[in-house]
DNA sequence: CATATATGTAACTTCAGACATTACATATGA
DNA sequence: TCATATGTAATGTCTGAAGTTACATATATG
């Protein structure tokens, strides 16, 4: 009998699908969002909401602004952000959680061993960068859009 | 200009690496290997060696032996154990390191990222595990030998 | 210009999980 | 009996995201 993993909310980056959901909002808003307002929409803090979003200034996909209605715009439409762009902005977070118990052994079994797992966990990485780069926010965001409407019809 | 992934050594699960490089040897070995040459092997500690194999004892891929000239022998061909049952083995470890913020989300934006960020990572792992899969024990002690051979070669 | 409002950051704290270590119980062959 | 192994609980260590506090800085507005 093998053991389910865990099915608990363990810790996990989330600064990618954070900030996913955060520019998707930014584009629904009128003016600018505050750190105060997105961490709320997050459920975390606004110095969380800053530190991460630096990321996504710096290459150009959001303005912040200081001071009275001061806050973050979106500069860039949805249809020009992939999610790989936004794994991107963030910083490139480590993707596993498993890997290789030392990168570089002397041993020679351990090379072999090394070498069938690189090959695995690359492949798996490679789907995923691949997928990431496929989907924009503007898709979500009209995925979104579906589920409002479904919700909407639910609830007479 | 994009920061790269930090490259040290960081907490990965390494459990499925050394096993697979443990039970390589053992099948290498003559008699039953202790805990404590199998932590100089790995270059940890016995009760490592022990907390970590008891998961391989469990599906029966070896058996641990107490007391005078006990240890660890390999019950199982290194042909039928692939890289996937010694995952399943060690307690299926978390794959990834990045993820939802939320599983369950309020939110209809959320709901809509999670479902991209779920689907990419689903096929990510799909893929993984197929890789993990295909690939057996034996497989990687054959590359292993031909490292062997080769470095005996480059060595005169 | 003073002040309320925002961001920008540094400096902690918290938390989870693998791994390391110690200690001791238990089993076993010589 | 006793040295040798495993079995396991308990505790410490380490790392990085996230949470939090504190304060500096910038900026509309009265």
Known sequence: MIEEPKGQAMQLDGRLSRMMHLLIHMDRANGPIT???AAEMLHT???VIRRTMAGLRDVGFVRSIKGHAGGWTLLKPLESI???DVYKAVGQPRIFAIGLADPAPDCLVE???N???TSALEKAEALLIAQLGEVTLAAIAKDFDRRFSASCASSP
Do not use: C
Request: zero cysteines; aromatic letters at 0%.
């Open 82 to 84: 992939s999610m790989l």
């Open 45 to 47: 803090n606004p110095v």
């Open 35 to 37: 750190s105060g307002e």
């Open 111 to 113: 090379q072999a061993v």
């Open 115 to 117: 070498a069938s797992m």
